[in-house]
């Protein structure tokens, strides 16, 4: 009786504590079956491994076109100069100018004796004159001045000018008559001269020397070999942009020519070659240099061989020059590119003067036309100095004083 009393008690109380606010059990209520075990929690998903992803590589930009930068936009401002002839007939030739941008501008003297007025980029006199005697052949611009080769009864003898017509320098190069030098310019400054030199004998012997920017000989004259003295004496010498000569001469005995690349140190570059000899007489011959190197030969009005630079071979010109005959060749643009000057064309428009520059591997980059020469034109191609400044010879009507005038574009090509 007392143990049933005292579980009815014990229910009741439980009610009533579970009925009143704030009323707590001693013993912790359950949280779920009692012989259930606790579920372990899940393990965090390790982050993935993030894989690097390459940068995408760089797109391989255009090519550069070969004539990129080589045409300019447009033609610019020209300057101009009238100046009294040195001939009552005004035979006024072309012109050049140096690195400095000076130009020597021809004006013959009486009795067709060449001489060049030399004129500052800015149209100011300077009352000199290069070249000044019979047998001088066109200056070659420096890059401060010009060299000037004149032939003489006693032979053959080199000028140096300073880019104000001053002179600096006089070498000897033969000191007799019928000893015929062969000069040349040299791109890199200077020049070279070959000669066959009489010798005791009956004998002749081939020789080349290099000059530097003012005359002076950069070596004593270097030897490549003899020949009796009845056989013919010509020589046509050419520098390329390499620094590299090649002298050509006639075979003995024969219709061919023997061609040799030479250093400037006075050493063979190559074994002697031959190739068949264009059909005009050498005193016709050109070596000009090419962009690039190796060197062009101009035939009378022909471009004939082209002669790669250092290589014991001639080849045909190749077709961009070919097909311009009578064309002049000119180095721009820091001899990275080639310019032909062609003889003026009349059209519907008048007189058309114009350049055709090319890359220094043939590609054609374009035409550019300069305006006419007033209401006349002259037979003369335009010419390109050393600095890139385009010289246009101007033909003036009938003066009371004859005259002679020029314009030109300063640095138009540089």
Known sequence: MDRKRWWWGKV???VLCVQAVGCSSDEPAPTGPPDAEEAP??????????VPVPPSPPEDPAPASACEGLLPEQLGPSRSIVVDALSPYAECGGGTSDGAGFLALMNFGTHGVPSWDVVSGEGAVTGNWVGGGEGAANPMPQAQGFLVYRLTLWGGVLKAFSSLGEQLNYEELTDRYDDYP?????PQGGALAAVWKTRPGNLQVLTYQFFDAVGVPLGAPTELGALPLDENRDVVAGVDTKGRALLL??????????GQWLSRQGGALTQT???PAPAVSASFWRLEPLAGGGLALRGGEQWVARFPSGEAVAQPAPAWLASHPGSRLALIRNQQANVLASAPTMSGAGCQQSLLVFASDGTACGELVFPPDGSNCSPRSLDVGRDGTVIQKLELSAQATPQCSWRWWPGLLR
């Open 273 to 275: 070659f031959t190739f």
């Open 12 to 14: 009741l109380g439980l």
């Open 249 to 258: 001469w006639p075979e003995p005995g024969g219709s061919n020519w023997t």
């Open 41 to 50: 929690s899940a393990p965090p998903t390790p982050p993935q491994a993030q």
């Open 182 to 186: 062969s000069v040349a310019a040299d």
